[in-house]
C-alpha cells in the first residue's frame, strides 16, 4: 500500500485493499439499462439512474443488478442480486453530506481447489473446469452483505478541507460443500493430498449463521500551504474501529471417496448434523493516528512522509473443557508503522520514484483440524521496499514498471499439528504493465510478473529454503 491510501485504511495485507466506492450522483440525468450474455452463458443485467433534483442541492445515483453466473468451473453456478443507492446534499459551496447504502445477496456452488497427488506432484488428465464439490447433497453458499456510510465534508479556508466519514457493515453467511481433502485410502495416508489412484475423501463441511458486523469512523484535515521555497499537502487525521465475529461450531464429517479420474457418489448426509450454537468468538478494536506531508522539494522531485500509530485490542473465544464456560483471551498489541517515498519527474508524463514502508496486517486463522483451530495469530508489521517508474504517453498509452520486495513473518502449521508463525517469508518481483484504447469502444491491458518467493529462519530443513506456499 502506498501513500495517504496505505496510512488511512489500517490494517490490510501488504498488497493493498481494493476500495469498492458507490457511484456518485451525476449533475445530468443518466438513465441507463444494459443487459449482457458471456461466452460460457452467465447472463447479467443492470440499471443505472442519477441525476438532481428540482433543488439541485439534491443528487441521487440508483443502481441495480442481478446476474445468473456460470463460471469456468463447470456446475458451480450461482446468482447474485444488488442494488445501491448514494444521495448528495451540497448544503452550503462549501459543505457537502454524502449518504452511500447497498445490499447484495448470493448464492453459488463453491469450487474447492485441487490438492497434490501424495502430497507431492500435480495430478494430471484432470481438467481444470472439473468440480470436485459435485454429489447430489451439495448446497450452495448463501451470502448476504449490506453497507451504510455517512460522509461529511467541509472546505473551512480556500486551501482547507475537513472530513468526518462512518460505515457499518452487516455480514452474513450459510457456508455448505463437499470438501475433497486428504487421502485415506493409502497406507497411513496423505493430508494434504489425494491417493496415487486419485481416491480423495469427502467431508461433509456446514457452517450455518456465519456474521461478520464491523464498523468504523475517520476524521481528517487535509490542506497546503508553504514553508519558504517547499510548498506542503499535510494530511491529518484520526480513525477508530470495531469488527465483531461470531460462528458456531461447523459440522465437518467423513462420509466417504471419490476419484480425480472416476467420480463417485458419496452417502446423504444425516439431517440431524447441523452447526452449534452461534455466538460472538472474536471482536477487534483499532484506533489510529496518522499525519502525511508531500512536500514539493523542486519541480521535478516530491518527498511523501508518513506515519501511522495504531493500537490493537483483540477479545477472542478459547475453547475450555467445560462447553458451557465462555473463556475469552484478551491482547493490547500497538505499532508505530513509517513510510517515506521521493518521486522524481524529469518531464510531465514521466515518474521514476522509490518507496519504503511498513505495513500491518492482522494474523492467519488456524485451519481446521489444528490444535489452536480458528485462533488468529497476533497482528504483524511488514516490510516493502519498492522502485520504480510510470509514463503517460501522448498516444494515451500508460507504462509502469516496478521492482518491489516485501518481507514479513512466514505462518504454517508446526510438526506439533498448532498453527504458528516462525521465521520470515519473502516476496521479490518486477511487475511490468501496459494500458491503452484501441478504438473509442475497444481498451487493452497487458502485465506481466516475475516473483520469486523464499522461506527463512525456521531452522527446519523441510521449510527454510523453500517457495511461500
Given at each position: 500500500q502506498k501513500g495517504l491510501a496505505g496510512l488511512t485504511s489500517g490494517i490490510a495485507t501488504p498488497g493493498g485493499i481494493v476500495n469498492y466506492v458507490t457511484k456518485r450522483p451525476t449533475n445530468a440525468s443518466l438513465r441507463s439499462a444494459t443487459v449482457e450474455v458471456s461466452e460460457r452463458g452467465t447472463l447479467y443485467g443492470t440499471v443505472d439512474l442519477g441525476g438532481r433534483f428540482e433543488d439541485r442541492r439534491f443528487g441521487y445515483r440508483i443502481n441495480a443488478a442481478a446476474a445468473d453466473l456460470h463460471p469456468y468451473v463447470r456446475g458451480a453456478n450461482g446468482d447474485r442480486q444488488f442494488v445501491s443507492a448514494a444521495f448528495d446534499w451540497q448544503i452550503t459551496p462549501d459543505a457537502l453530506l454524502q449518504l452511500d447504502m447497498d445490499y447484495q445477496r448470493k448464492s453459488q456452488i463453491t469450487a474447492p481447489g485441487f490438492q497434490l497427488i501424495r502430497n507431492e506432484v500435480l495430478p494430471t488428465g484432470v481438467s481444470a473446469r472439473m468440480l470436485l464439490n459435485d454429489q447430489p447433497w451439495t448446497r450452495p453458499v448463501t451470502t448476504k452483505d449490506s453497507n451504510l456510510g455517512l460522509r461529511f465534508e467541509y472546505r473551512f479556508a480556500p486551501d482547507w478541507t475537513a472530513t468526518i466519514a462512518g460505515n457499518k457493515h452487516w455480514f452474513k453467511r450459510d457456508d455448505f460443500t463437499a470438501f475433497p481433502y486428504g487421502c485415506s485410502n493409502e497406507g497411513a495416508g496423505f493430508y494434504p493430498g489425494y491417493c496415487s489412484n486419485g481416491d480423495y475423501d469427502v467431508y461433509d463441511y456446514q457452517s450455518t449463521g456465519e456474521r461478520k458486523t464491523p464498523w468504523g469512523v475517520q476524521a481528517q484535515v487535509q490542506g497546503k500551504f508553504t514553508t519558504g521555497e517547499l510548498r506542503h499537502t499535510l494530511t491529518v487525521g484520526t480513525s477508530y474501529s470495531e469488527r465483531h465475529d461470531s460462528f458456531g461450531d461447523y459440522v465437518y464429517d467423513l462420509v466417504g471417496y471419490s476419484n480425480l479420474w472416476t467420480p463417485l457418489v458419496t452417502p446423504h448426509v444425516a439431517a440431524d448434523r447441523v452447526t452449534g450454537p452461534v455466538f460472538e468468538r472474536r471482536s477487534d478494536e483499532e484506533s489510529a493516528l496518522f499525519a502525511q506531508d508531500v512536500v514539493k522539494l523542486t519541480n521535478q522531485l516530491t518527498l511523501h512522509a508518513g506515519l501511522?500509530?495504531?493500537?490493537?485490542?483483540?477479545?477472542?473465544?478459547?475453547?475450555?473443557?467445560?462447553?458451557?464456560?465462555?473463556?475469552?483471551?484478551?491482547?493490547?498489541?500497538?505499532?508505530?508503522?513509517?513510510?517515506?517515498?521521493?518521486?522524481?519527474?524529469?518531464?510531465?508524463?514521466?515518474?521514476?520514484?522509490?518507496?519504503?514502508?511498513?505495513?500491518?496486517?492482522?494474523?492467519?486463522?488456524?485451519?481446521?483440524?489444528?490444535?489452536?483451530?480458528?485462533?488468529?495469530?497476533?497482528?504483524?508489521?511488514?516490510?516493502?521496499?519498492?522502485?520504480?517508474?510510470?509514463?503517460?504517453?501522448?498516444?494515451?498509452?500508460?507504462?509502469?514498471?516496478?521492482?518491489?520486495?516485501?518481507?514479513?513473518?512466514?505462518?504454517?502449521?508446526?510438526?506439533?499439528?498448532?498453527?504458528?508463525?516462525?521465521?520470515?517469508?519473502?516476496?521479490?518481483?518486477?511487475?511490468?504493465?501496459?494500458?491503452?484504447?484501441?478504438?473509442p469502444a475497444l481498451d487493452w491491458s497487458l502485465s506481466l510478473m516475475a516473483l520469486n518467493t523464499r522461506q527463512e529462519g525456521t531452522v527446519q530443513a523441510s521449510i527454510d529454503g523453500k517457495r511461500v506456499t
Open positions: 501511522r500509530h495504531v493500537q490493537v485490542k483483540r477479545s477472542e473465544y478459547v475453547p475450555g473443557i467445560d462447553p458451557d464456560v465462555r473463556n475469552y483471551a484478551h491482547s493490547d498489541d500497538s505499532f508505530l508503522l513509517p513510510s517515506v517515498a521521493l518521486v522524481f519527474s524529469p518531464s510531465h508524463d514521466w515518474n521514476v520514484y522509490g518507496t519504503i514502508s511498513q505495513g500491518l496486517q492482522h494474523g492467519g486463522v488456524a485451519p481446521m483440524q489444528t490444535k489452536n483451530e480458528n485462533q488468529v495469530l497476533a497482528p504483524q508489521r511488514s516490510h516493502q521496499v519498492e522502485i520504480g517508474a510510470k509514463a503517460a504517453l501522448d498516444n494515451g498509452i500508460n507504462l509502469s514498471a516496478a521492482l518491489f520486495q516485501i518481507r514479513q513473518g512466514l505462518e504454517y502449521t508446526d510438526a506439533n499439528n498448532t498453527y504458528v508463525r516462525n521465521g520470515k517469508e519473502t516476496h521479490r518481483g518486477l511487475e511490468l504493465t501496459a494500458q491503452g484504447r484501441a478504438t
